[in-house]
């Protein structure tokens, strides 16, 4: 199985809003809604953003929402601030207790 | 609050073997599934295994099955990867991760495992 297509960069000014993609097939992203979102700082473990699609876990920033159409899922930042410069991936569960990550896209925040 | 700290990762030879180990505390552990990831540098994290809270039922990606064992002692809410004929793509930082279907909540802070001559 290949890992979810994301875009390997993404950037914008402070401010700025911006939206990743993560796209799959029918038998993940879009047969899933247990779609999850993780930021990942450099030498850091990754952190849970978003959960099942569009849900953000407690202390999560409002900036932060996720939503899915088809067989892409996306994760849009609004409002980028300087600390939201890190990298960031999707996962889908696809059944069969199989999880699926995506191969990451940097955010660079201008 | 929550903590998952691995340990027991390094430097091995080729097809030689590793237990890795993930202390937790900050939750009911015996109540939780458990997953194992690694994440090679500069590519995203891997799901490696899954065990259930009892402990009695494990999963394992192609990748590792027949090779990694997955286990944990809820009595000291421990988690391992026991790690056998290690290879050179076996390379990574390996996580402890707290997780269900529908997502992976808290990761501990990784552990590094070098597979080379």
């Known amino acids: 199985q290949s890992a979810l297509t994301q875009p390997p960069s993404a950037s914008g000014s402070p401010g700025q809003s911006v939206t990743i993609s993560c796209t799959g097939t029918s038998s993940d992203v879009g047969g899933s809604n247990y779609v999850s979102w993780y930021q990942q700082h450099p030498g850091k473990a990754p952190k849970l953003i978003i959960s099942?699609?569009?849900k953000r876990p407690s202390g999560v920033p409002d900036r932060f929402s996720g939503s899915k159409s088809g067989n892409t899922a996306y994760l849009t930042v609004s409002g980028l601030q300087a600390e939201d410069e890190a990298d960031y991936y999707c996962?889908?569960?696809?059944?069969?207790?199989?999880?699926?990550f995506g191969g990451g896209t940097k955010l660079t925040v201008l | 609050e929550v903590q998952l700290v691995e340990s027991g990762g390094g430097l091995v030879q080729p097809g030689g073997s590793l237990r890795l180990s993930c202390a937790t505390s900050?939750?009911?552990?015996?109540?939780?599934?458990m997953h194992w990831f690694r994440q090679a540098p500069g590519k995203g994290p891997v799901w490696l295994s899954r065990?259930?809270?009892?402990?009695?039922?494990?999963i394992y990606a192609d990748s590792v099955k027949g090779r990694f064992t997955i286990s944990r002692d809820n009595a000291k809410n421990t988690l391992y990867l026991q790690m056998d004929s290690l290879r050179a793509d076996d390379t990574a930082v390996y996580y402890c991760?707290?997780?269900?279907?529908?997502?992976?909540?808290?990761w501990g802070q990784g552990t590094r495992v070098t597979v080379s001559s």
């Open positions: 900050g939750f009911t552990f015996s109540s939780y599934w």
């Open positions: 996962c889908s569960y696809t059944g069969t207790y199989i999880w699926m």
């Open positions: 099942e699609v569009n």
């Open positions: 991760v707290r997780g269900s279907y529908y997502h992976f909540d808290y």
């Open positions: 065990i259930y809270s009892d402990g009695t039922d494990t």
